[in-house]
């Protein structure tokens, strides 16, 4: 048996806006001589994976700590008057195996103008409550997340001819708040409970269920994001990170110093490719051409130049931070649709303007431990802003490039997985049955977030299971 193993805060910056870790691999394993069975205890959440042999035909399965959102979770939701918004619930429901029971059809009208105003992307507040309401009354208690199938209305519109401080997949996520939704634009908001949680029942844990928007130009763009989406699932990608200060010092002041610390921490052989990149230090250029493999992109730009000359791995997550990332279908700054139509899988912006706090912008370092770590794309965005009502998440929710992934071949039982806690010890079991008896045949730990290999020789058995030698996973408090 062998083993080979293959981190913060924010600064506010309120401006408006038009330790190294050494890689050499430390570890524990133990090979138990004699195997022991497993007393009865009550299990923390899990999760199947299916094991694999050499024709990838399934030929066991492997329960293993829960670290994402189930597709069965995902509520979508449906505008019936919208051909668009039918047609791609349709497609991602057969994508994603969603239960018929999770697709929620609303009907409204998309192209509403509200009094006062020659075009709007947004719906009323009152209209919102009476949908949301609707919605509420559809959905169970096991529903964690919603996904939302229509590309406009992505705000809640103007209210009273007051500027409102809502997207609307904040609105259903958070519901609104009376006494912020017509507050100054520039003032902090409310905080995300469910920020930097290690949660994965976020309506359970705090009763909100985080929202991305399949959101596109056109049928074709959303598909092929939902495609990227699909090839994303456990790839465990080697892919690069680049995270850049640009000349722009408004759009990259409140997140450089994270951008730094992010690249620092995750930059070594078993983890991953990350690097910082200061316009300071490379001749004043700010933008990121003719890369390959990017799996992180985050910059801070009106626009951003040469993104569609890189290539993307699936699961990409990028934005830029900027004001109006999130105004959907505007023709000043970019929109954050640009980066899924450039190959990234999922994005962020905001609606209106949010001045300049770090808060209500992407943290590099909870986007890329919480992605790392197993969570989906909606998970990881979603946990890392701290002050998220003013931004929209658009792209496939549930595409998870990391986590866990097992084969079996010739008695070898192969597992790598980067959802191993730091720290914490685990214990792998085998078993002849779904219930037992399990007998002990591992123990594993890592001293960091890293991808791990596990393999072992002589395995026949049907069934395994890898599970925190303590019974216990991390509480679901949120974090710093």
């Not at 293993?64 to 019936?80: F, H, K, M, W, Y």
């Not at 997207?167 to 905080?191: E, M, N, Q, W």
Request: some cysteine; proline content about 7%.
């Amino acid at each position: 048996m062998s083993l080979e193993l293959s981190n913060d805060g924010t600064h506010m910056h309120k401006l408006a806006i038009g330790r190294p870790i050494s890689a050499a691999a430390i570890f524990t394993l133990a090979h138990l001589l004699v195997p022991s069975l497993v007393a009865a205890q009550v299990p923390p959440p899990t999760e199947s994976v299916n094991v694999l042999d050499a024709n990838s035909a399934t030929v066991a399965t492997l329960s293993v700590p829960r670290t994402g959102i189930q597709a069965s979770e995902l509520a979508v939701l449906i505008n019936d008057n919208d051909p668009q918004s039918v047609e791609i619930a349709n497609y991602y429901q057969r994508a994603r195996n969603i239960p018929s029971q999770n697709m929620i059809h609303l009907s409204f009208d998309q192209t509403k103008i509200y009094p006062g105003f020659d075009a709007n992307q947004g719906i009323d507040p009152a209209d919102f409550a009476a949908l949301k309401a609707q919605v509420d009354a559809k959905v169970g208690p096991e529903i964690q997340a919603f996904l939302i199938s229509w590309s406009r209305p992505f705000r809640i519109a103007r209210f009273n001819y007051h500027v409102t401080n809502y997207s609307i997949t904040s609105a259903f996520a958070y519901g609104v708040d009376a006494d912020y939704l017509t507050s100054k634009s520039c003032g902090l908001g409310p905080v995300n409970p469910y920020y930097n949680s290690r949660s994965t029942t976020p309506y359970t844990d705090f009763g909100i269920r985080p929202t991305m928007m399949l959101a596109g130009v056109s049928v074709t763009s959303v598909k092929a994001t939902i495609d990227k989406g699909l090839k994303a699932d456990r790839n465990l990608p080697r892919g690069n990170g680049w995270f850049v200060r640009t000349a722009d010092n408004v759009r990259s002041a409140p997140r450089y110093r994270d951008f730094q610390t992010t690249a620092q921490n995750w930059n070594h052989p078993d983890a991953l490719t990350m690097t910082y990149y200061d316009h300071l230090a490379n001749g004043g250029l700010s933008e990121v051409k003719y890369k390959r493999d990017i799996l992180f992109y985050e910059t801070g730009l009106v626009n951003v130049p040469g993104l569609n000359t890189n290539a993307y791995v699936p699961g990409a997550l990028a934005d830029h931070l900027t004001s109006f990332g999130g105004d959907l279908f505007a023709n000043g700054q970019m929109s954050a649709l640009r980066w899924l139509e450039a190959g990234v899988t999922a994005s962020y912006g905001t609606v209106i303007e949010p001045c300049a706090y770090a808060e209500k912008f992407p943290a590099a370092s909870v986007l890329v431990q919480n992605y790392f770590h197993g969570n989906t794309s909606l998970e990881a965005y979603t946990k890392s802003v701290r002050r998220p009502s003013q931004g929209v998440f658009v792209g496939d929710p549930l595409a998870r490039p990391f986590g866990t992934q097992a084969t079996l071949v010739n008695g070898m039982l192969s597992i790598k997985t980067s959802s191993l806690e730091p720290g914490t010890t685990y214990n792998l079991y085998s078993a002849p049955s779904a219930i037992g008896p399990f007998s002990q045949i591992a123990t594993i730990s890592v001293p960091r977030f890293q991808i791990a290999t596990i393999d072992i020789a002589g395995m026949s058995a049907p069934f395994f299971k890898l599970e925190s030698a303590a019974g216990t996973t991390p509480p679901p408090q949120h974090g710093n």
